[in-house]
């Protein structure tokens, strides 16, 4: 996908805000500093424990503009429908969407929809844009300085877990439901206590190594990860154990990646957990000047690894 992307459309499309590869956009309208983002979900199943299409593309689009420390404002909503989709179904799915959207405190102000025959799309698949208003400018990769510290929000690999649960029909001892959630809240409690914040991004696809590796690409830093550090709950331990997986690449759909300075990390773990979406905060590793472009992992046995970008898709269809 970095190649596809790469390769074809920044090189066709080319400009200095697309070159960022941000999770939003930012430029300036008149006087404004203006967040703008799009996302599809084509997530199967369409249902799964702890969410569902409706709501995750409504949360994923406010955190995509809340990492760039934007505050969310409307959202626009496309929908491609396969023809024969019960309406109960579509009925469901716009209650989640209305409730997300009332939740993460934004507007649904324009949209569009599509029905294609049957057999086109897999029953339901949505794009969203959003929109927001930049509260806190000067987050960048350029910002981050050697000595830094990485927090992540909590437990990582919720959602590949509990779309992969549902997807398969399969059972573990510790049910786990998806993180999917809004993180503007969360983000906006961490930024009004800390102005050393030099970095954030949501860890969606690919999951915390693959995110990481995107921040560390091309630059003169490299990051060092404690594997002990890293909150991974019973029920995705378990589930990676038996089937393989590592949780460090399982996707996350409400978990925020903070990098900031060390000497504001006790502060930002404090409004972190007093949210309950980041009771289980924890700094999970730094910014070094050693391996410059790769993210190393401190092995619980005490050796070291790296961490590559994931190659392929670990699960597919997770969002």
């Known amino acids: 996908m970095h190649d596809l992307i790469d390769s074809v459309f920044i090189g066709k499309f080319d400009n200095k805000i697309l070159r960022r590869k941000d999770d939003s956009a930012v430029f300036n309208v ?10 599809s979900y ?10 569902d299409i409706g709501s995750l593309a409504i949360y994923g689009t406010v955190n995509d503009l809340s990492v760039c420390g934007a505050r969310p404002l409307a959202i626009s909503l496309g929908l491609i429908i396969e023809e024969g989709l019960d309406r109960n179904v579509l009925e469901k799915i716009a209650a989640s969407i209305a409730d997300a959207a009332k939740r993460s405190g934004v507007d649904i102000v324009t949209g569009d929809t599509k029905v294609v ?28 300085k050697s000595g ?15 779309v992969l649960s549902k997807r398969e029909g399969m059972e573990f001892r510790t049910k786990t439901k998806s993180d999917s959630a809004p993180l503007n809240g969360l983000i906006f409690n961490i930024l009004k206590v800390s102005n050393k914040v030099r970095f954030m991004r949501d860890p969606t696809r690919g999951g ?5 590796n995107e921040i560390v690409e091309g630059r003169n830093f490299g990051i060092s990860v404690d594997e002990k ?9 378990e589930a990676c154990e038996m089937l393989g997986f590592d949780p460090l690449y399982m996707a996350c759909e409400g978990r925020a990646i903070v990098i900031a300075a060390k000497e504001d990390a006790k502060n930002i773990l404090n409004a972190m957990r007093r949210n309950k979406k980041g009771r289980i905060a924890a700094v999970i590793g730094q910014i070094t000047k050693e391996h410059k472009g790769r993210v190393i992992l401190n092995t619980r046995a005490g050796g070291k690894r790296s961490l590559d970008m994931l ?5 597919p269809r997770i969002c």
Do not use: M
Request: proline share 4%; net charge neutral; with cysteine.
């Open 148 to 162: 830094d510290v990485v927090i992540v929000s909590g437990s990582v690999g919720k959602h590949a877990v509990s």
């Open 30 to 39: 008149g006087k404004k500093r203006i967040a703008f983002t799009t996302d």
């Open 229 to 237: 550090d890293v909150p991974v709950s019973g029920g995705v331990r």
């Open 208 to 212: 915390l190594a693959t995110t990481l």
């Open 117 to 144: 025959e049957k057999g086109s799309c897999d029953k339901i698949f949505i794009n969203t844009s959003g929109i927001g208003e930049v509260y806190y400018g000067g987050l960048s990769l350029e910002r981050i």
């Open 42 to 51: 084509v997530v199967n199943p369409i249902f799964f424990p702890g969410g």
């Open 311 to 315: 190659a392929g898709e670990q699960l």
